[in-house]
């Protein structure tokens, strides 16, 4: 059964930083592309980051860069989105998401993407 699982959520200060986890089961991750969305309430779900399969190609949404950074462990089947410099307007639920297909710079559209986990609350508050 193909599962990706998010952790590393949490209530951080502004300014703060965040790890996220997206841990795969049931198949490979260096089969797959590899995507990060948030979703805050009332706004619709927008494409954070996006990595290939293998060759660590990667994108960015124009806002973040700079702040988050996107990695793949595949030897250990994981994800990571690190975000630094924490701003209250990142607060959202954070979902990681893989796509079967090859690698393309529309890799932050959602609709690309295959298998969905069920997101990881961020708060950014002081």
């Known amino acids: 059964q193909l599962q990706l699982v998010e952790s590393g959520g949490g209530l951080v200060q502004p300014g703060g930083s965040l790890r996220l986890s997206c841990a795969i089961s049931?198949?490979?991750?260096?089969?797959?592309?590899i995507g990060w969305f948030r979703q805050a309430p009332g706004k619709e779900r927008e494409g954070v980051s996006c990595?290939?399969?293998?060759?660590?190609?990667?994108k960015y949404a124009d806002s973040l860069k700079g702040r988050f950074t996107i990695s793949r462990d595949n030897a250990n089947n994981t994800a990571y989105l690190q975000m630094n410099s924490l701003k209250p307007e990142d607060a959202a639920v954070y979902y990681c998401?893989?796509?079967?297909?090859?690698?393309?710079?529309?890799?932050?559209?959602?609709?690309?993407?295959?298998?969905w986990g069920h997101g990881t609350q961020v708060t950014v508050s002081s």
């Open positions: 998401a893989a796509d079967r297909g090859a690698w393309t710079p529309l890799c932050l559209r959602a609709p690309k993407y295959d298998y």
């Open positions: 990595i290939g399969r293998r060759d660590g190609s990667t």
């Open positions: 049931g198949f490979t991750l260096d089969d797959y592309v």
